[in-house]
Structure formats: C-alpha cells, structure tokens
C-alpha cells in the first residue's frame, strides 16, 4: 500500500497565510492526501497577543486546509520563537508531533517562512527526511540569507516562492543553495485578499471618510525592533501626519502596528487636534491589503513597511516614504536583515516632504540600478555566504557609489571587504595596527577621567 502524504503548511501571520492560500489556488504545491495549516503565534508574550488563528478572515483562509494545528501547543511551555530540539531529541520530538497530529507513517512534505530561524528551522529539523518549500511574504527575500545555513537543510529545499513586490526583481534569498525563485501570481493573491474585503466592514469610520480617499498612514513598532526608541518612533508618527496634512488633506486614517502601545494613538490623535485635523486609528487587526480595498486610500505612507510595496504594485495606489534614511544609519550590526527593505523602499519610492516627486509617483532613478544595489548590499552584509557577488559588488560601487548612494553602505564595511568606497589606502593600516588603537584607547581613558 502506498505511503499517505501529508503537507504541513507553517504560518505565523495572516499575510502569510494568505500568501499559501493564493499559491494552492494557483496550483504551485503538487496533489497531497491531507494538508495542515500549523500555526505559530510568535510575539513576545502570546499569552496576551491574539494568535493568527483568531485574527478576522482568517477561517476563509482555513478552508483550503484539512485541520488547523498550533505549534505553541504542540511545544508549550517552550516560545516558539526561542526553542529548538536538542540533536539527539530530535527523533522523540518526530514520533511525538506525528502521534498528537494523527500522521502515522506519513511521508511529510513541508512548507515554510523565515527557514533560518526558529520556529520554522526548528519544524524543518524534526522532519529532517521531508522536502521544503520556503516562502517568502515580504520584501526580505530581495536580501540574502541572514545566517549561514547547514546543507543538510538548505540542500532539501526545492523552491522559494515569492510575491512579485517589485516587478522584476529576483530575490538573493536562498541563492547559494541554487534554490530556483518562483513567482506566487498577483492575481491570485489579490484574489485571495478580496475575500477579506468585508472583514473591513465594521470600521468606525466617520461619515464622508470612505468618499474621501483620506491618506493612511501605517505603524510598525520599530521600539520593538530596538532600531528607534518609542519616543523617537511617536515622532515619525508625528512626521508622517505633518507630512500628509502639508499635501493638503484635513482628513487622515492611522493603522498602528496591532502590538504596539495604545498611548502612541492617543498621542497621534492629541497632535491631529492640536493641528486641526480628523485623524481615526484603525484599532482592530485588519491586513492593511484589506483596508486598501476598503478605503482606497489617495495616498499610503510608511517607513519600509512591506505594504508599502503591495499598494503600489499590486493596487496602484500613490505611495510615499519616511524616515529611512535614519534607520539606513540606525540598523546594526550592518548585515541586519532588516537593511534590505530599507534599502529597497529608500531607494525606489518617493519621500513625503518631496511633494513634486509625491504627486508625479515616479520611481527614483536608482530603481533601474535596484538589482545592481542590492547585489552590493547583499555582499557587503553576507560574504561569507555570497563570496561570488563580489564582481558584482565591485562593478556596482565602482560605477555607481556617489553622494546619494553612500547611505547604503557604511566606509567601515566596505573597508573592512576591501571594496571600492573603502577608506584610502595610504589609511587603510589604522583599523589594524595596534599601536594606534591602544593610544586610541589611552585617549579615550584620559578623556573619561578628565570628564569624571
């Protein structure tokens, strides 16, 4: 008798459920007998965070799977993100999820976002003989893999599906394994997230804002990242509705990221009235792909959220950035993998206070660079994993590295890899020599003493 196969979907967000849902629409995962959807609620706290499981829409998702499981159950009291089998468990770990999930002898195949870290690295570890397909739910997959892989995982991997965010552009994700991109179809996805439209209908909207097209702007809980502090956050709050309101709109709508603090929108809404502008804060967890269908907003404005992206490509609406050029500066260590998104809405959408490149919506002349720059990006933060981009890196940097692409990359880096950029060479003995770093070091001692 042939084995039944089960494939085991993971998804710890509804955007990546929904991104799952519209490639099994799309009929990019082969015939199976049974498929479940394993959810992961990987906040901080989930005790006191809404899980994926319960967020609206999420069941018409649901129906394209056999069963709905919970990895926090499965491996309670453990964090999901923070827990992985130990080597030689790995095998009681197997037997067990195969008991509580009625998988039998099942031959797994196995579906997953974020492989690099847990909870997905720790999923692909327990069934270590099944077959991964990675998938990719937002702009991170144009950046490469943000931790070394062992190849007894990256080598199981078959394919990276992924969204085509930026028209063209083919992810560094996974590229050193020669693991082939494949896009998930936008009308498929789009499709999928018009079944959650309705799930939108129960928004406070003052009267007059749906015919109003009013600006939207999104939150991220970037404090939560340790990228800005939460004062500095609130202050890009403030700038992006001083922003919208220069362009000349009264009315304005405020997604805020559905962890983030509560007093951050009484502060928002305190400087709208001090402003004299009608400022509503979409408090329930909605997609932000949900409220574009709703609201149609006239203008969508964010730091380097991936919806940034989805309303330009996949809705056309107008879109408009803020404060990346401080987190460009901010993130560290240099290779985190938050710099690609950063990089990649930096580089190709317009700033808010442009208001001539705000209202022409046309993308930065770096954009027809965009592959060139993330292939130096990409190089410049993971070398050790891409050693073969460097050509490419010294091409892009030796052509094109001026005053406004300099902020992509930091002179420390780049000397330290020996790219073009680099400090001069007749400087380039400092950061190794001893001797001047332990006077440098005497200096700073002398200066703390002075000040003490």
């Given at each position: 008798m042939a084995r039944?196969?089960?494939?085991?979907?993971?998804?710890?967000?509804?955007?990546g459920t929904a991104t799952l849902a519209a490639a099994l629409d799309a009929g990019l995962f082969g015939p199976a007998d049974r498929r479940l959807l394993l959810v992961s609620n990987n906040a901080a706290t989930p005790e006191t965070t809404p899980s994926l499981d319960t967020m609206p829409g999420?069941?018409?998702?649901?129906?394209?799977?056999?069963?709905?499981?919970?990895?926090?159950?499965?491996?309670?009291?453990?964090h999901p993100g923070g827990w992985a089998p130990r080597q030689d468990d790995v095998p009681l770990w197997e037997r067990y999820l195969r008991m509580l999930w009625d998988l039998?002898?099942?031959?797994?195949?196995?579906?997953?976002?974020?492989i690099q870290v847990n909870p997905s690295l720790a999923v692909t570890q327990i069934f270590d003989g099944a077959p991964?397909?990675?998938?990719?739910?937002?702009?991170?997959?144009?950046?490469?893999?943000?931790?070394?892989?062992d190849p007894l995982i990256g080598t199981r991997i078959g394919r990276l599906l992924?969204?085509?965010?930026?028209?063209?552009?083919?992810?560094?994700l996974l590229t050193e394994f020669d693991v082939p991109p494949e896009l998930v179809p936008t009308e498929s996805f789009v499709k999928v997230l018009g079944e959650l439209t309705d799930t939108a209908d129960e928004l406070d909207l003052p009267d007059g804002f749906d015919s109003a097209r009013p600006p939207l702007l999104l939150g991220q809980y970037l404090s939560?990242?340790?990228?800005?502090?939460?004062?500095?956050?609130?202050?890009?709050?403030?700038?992006?509705?001083?922003?919208?309101?220069?362009?000349?709109?009264?009315?304005?709508?405020?997604?805020?990221?559905?962890?983030?603090?509560a007093r951050w929108s009484r502060l928002l809404e305190e400087e709208a009235e001090r402003l004299g502008a009608e400022l509503t804060v979409l408090d329930r967890p909605l997609l932000a792909e949900v409220v574009f269908q709703r609201l149609r907003p006239a203008l969508?404005?964010?730091?380097?959220?991936?919806?940034?992206?989805?309303a330009a490509s996949l809705y056309g609406l107008p879109v408009a950035r803020i404060g990346t050029e401080l987190l460009l500066e901010r993130l560290t260590p240099y290779e985190n993998s938050n710099r690609v998104p950063v990089t990649v809405v930096d580089a190709l959408l317009p700033e808010l206070t442009d208001r001539g490149?705000?209202?022409a919506q046309v993308l930065d002349a770096e954009a027809a660079r965009l592959a060139g720059l993330l292939t130096a990006v990409g190089f410049a933060m993971q070398p050790g994993i891409n050693p073969g981009l460097r050509p490419a890196a010294e091409d892009y940097l030796g052509r094109h590295l001026n005053a406004r692409t300099r902020r992509y990359f930091k002179r420390r880096r780049l000397t330290s890899l020996a790219l073009p950029g680099a400090v001069p060479a007749q400087l380039g003995f400092i950061p190794r020599n001893s001797t001047v770093r332990r006077v440098a070091r005497r200096a700073r001692a002398v200066k703390r003493a002075a000040l003490g």
């Open positions: 039944r196969t089960t494939q085991i979907f993971f998804a710890s967000t509804l955007y999420f069941d018409r998702l649901a129906g394209r799977f056999d069963a709905v499981v919970s990895w926090n159950a499965a491996i309670s009291p453990f039998g002898d099942d031959r797994i195949e196995l579906a997953v976002e974020s991964v397909v990675v998938y990719a739910d937002g702009l991170m997959s144009y950046g490469p893999t943000r931790s070394k892989l992924h969204l085509d965010l930026v028209p063209g552009l083919k992810p560094l939560a990242l340790g990228i800005l502090t939460a004062e500095e956050e609130e202050q890009l709050h403030v700038r992006m509705l001083r922003g919208v309101l220069e362009l000349g709109h009264t009315r304005v709508v405020f997604k805020p990221h559905p962890t983030a603090p969508v404005v964010g730091c380097f959220s991936t919806a940034l992206l989805t490149a705000v209202e």
